[in-house]
């Protein structure tokens, strides 16, 4: 499934709340625990992280020397 921003949003407030029952433009969800929302909240972050591709390198350089 593709995930927007939105859906996390959304999982991510019924997780503050405390809720289980999570509501889409026209789709109502209802989790059976709040460690199954957790679950969909990485599932979603994971999907959103993946979409975006790789992350670009980074190479860091570091002198143990003295400077002059």
Same mark, same amino acid.
């Given at each position: 499934?593709?995930?927007?921003p *939105?859906h996390?949003?959304? @999982?991510?407030r019924?997780?503050?709340?405390?809720e289980?029952?999570?509501?889409?433009s026209? &789709?109502?969800?209802?989790?059976r625990s709040i460690?199954e929302?957790? *679950?969909?909240r990485d599932? @979603?972050?994971?999907?959103?992280t993946?979409?975006?591709?790789?992350r670009?390198?980074?190479? &860091?350089l570091?002198?143990?020397?003295?400077g002059?």
């Amino acid at each position: 499934m593709s995930f927007t921003p *939105k859906h996390l949003e959304v @999982i991510e407030r019924a997780i503050a709340r405390g809720e289980k029952t999570v509501r889409y433009s026209d &789709r109502t969800v209802e989790y059976r625990s709040i460690d199954e929302l957790l *679950k969909a909240r990485d599932e @979603i972050r994971m999907s959103l992280t993946n979409a975006a591709g790789p992350r670009p390198r980074v190479v &860091r350089l570091t002198h143990g020397g003295k400077g002059l």
